[in-house]
Each structure stands twice: as structure tokens, then as C-alpha cells.
């Protein structure tokens, strides 16, 4: 099979031999690369090789475990049916400062799995975030590391020590609700005494209930 396209012109030895000693003669060898380079790409790659490169990506279902974190989905209308109040909060300072947009309960089980974990075995950083994060996904809470990774870290902001001390998970939801706050401060966000009760009752509101 022939090549569709016409070869670059092929200088005679004598000018070769000067161009390349000069920049410009340089630059023309390099550009007679690439062009033959591409003929070759466009001609040899059969047909399905180079639908890959044109063909949208897959739009499979992500898993579970970053769904929520990023899109409240149907949880996030379970919540704005439930409590539309604190909802609508959650969802103003989640869109603002990133904030994991988690239901109540399921702060609560991150709290107290964190606590657990660290009057257990100690505060490590990559083993605690992982540890709990497996602990609330076998109770059926969709929570990421990112999302344990950004309470440990608010909660560092915060002025807490893990070390030395037994963890409470209500002492670590009263600390944590400091860091959206912080957040929403510096971004200029002001909230209303009535705003602040609502995103207490979103991070710490589930703490109240036994379980």
C-alpha cells in the first residue's frame, strides 16, 4: 500500500551537508522528523486506535465512597427534606470551603470511630484516616479518606492534640466546628447567630443521639 501523503523534498547531498552546520539547516532537519513521524502515525494506527483518542471516556458509576463527598445526591435530598434549615447551611459552607457534605449521623460516626481509633491504637496520621475510614464504610456511611483526612487536618488547625490525652467525640465536634467557621470568616461569609446553631447541629447535631 502506498503513502497517501508526498514525501518531504529531499535536499541534494552538497546543500545537506552545509544546511546542517547553521541553525536554520538545524531546525529543517528537526522539522523533517516530525513530519515524517506524523505520515507515519496517521497512516500505519488502524482506525480503532485512533477512535481512542476521539471517543468521549467511560461514564461509569463512581464508587460509593467519593459520591457524596462531591455531590450530594439522594442523600443530600433526604437531608434538605428532613432538616431544609440546616441543609441549606451545610450546603452554602460546603460549596464555600469545602466542607465534606455529610449528613449528621454520619459526622457522628466519623467522630466517634476517630475517637475510638486514637484512645486504641495511638494517633498515625495515614493509619488513623485509613482505619476509620474502613470502619464507618462497613457500617454503611459513604465517607471517604479525604473526608477523615480533612477533619484530622481542621482539627490540627484547631489547636488539637491528639497525643497524651483521651479523645472525646464531642470534644473533637466542638473543635471541628471551628475550622468551617474559620473558613467562612476569611472568605468573607458571614453567618447569623441562627446560621452558626445550624452548622452545629450539621457536625455535631448527631453526637446527641445514642447509638
Avoid at 539547516?25 to 513530519?35: I, N, P, S, T
Wanted: proline share 8%; with cysteine; hydrophobic share 40%.
Amino acid at each position: 500500500m502506498q503513502c497517501p501523503w508526498p514525501p518531504w523534498p529531499r535536499p541534494s547531498n552538497a546543500s545537506l551537508a552545509i544546511s546542517w552546520r547553521t541553525p536554520a539547516g538545524w531546525a529543517l532537519g528537526l522539522l523533517r522528523k516530525c513530519w515524517g513521524s506524523w505520515i507515519w502515525l496517521t497512516w500505519q494506527l488502524p482506525s480503532q486506535t485512533q477512535d481512542a483518542f476521539t471517543t468521549p471516556p467511560s461514564t461509569s458509576r463512581p464508587s460509593p465512597r467519593c459520591v457524596f463527598g462531591s455531590e450530594p445526591g439522594a442523600q443530600g435530598d433526604l437531608f434538605a427534606q428532613r432538616d431544609p434549615a440546616v441543609a441549606k447551611v451545610a450546603q452554602r459552607v460546603h460549596r464555600l470551603t469545602d466542607t465534606p457534605f455529610l449528613l449528621p449521623e454520619h459526622y457522628a460516626l466519623l467522630l466517634r470511630e476517630l475517637a475510638r481509633e486514637i484512645n486504641e491504637n495511638g494517633y498515625q496520621m495515614t493509619r488513623t484516616s485509613k482505619t476509620v475510614c474502613d470502619r464507618c464504610v462497613e457500617r454503611g456511611a459513604p465517607i471517604a479518606r479525604s473526608h477523615v483526612n480533612f477533619v484530622l487536618i481542621g482539627l490540627s488547625y484547631a489547636g488539637h492534640r491528639f497525643e497524651g490525652k483521651e479523645q472525646a467525640a464531642e470534644q473533637l465536634g466542638d473543635l471541628l466546628v471551628a475550622n468551617p467557621l474559620k473558613l467562612c470568616h476569611a472568605a468573607q461569609m458571614n453567618l447569623s447567630e441562627t446560621d452558626l446553631g445550624h452548622l452545629r447541629a450539621w457536625i455535631t447535631g448527631g453526637l446527641a443521639f445514642q447509638v
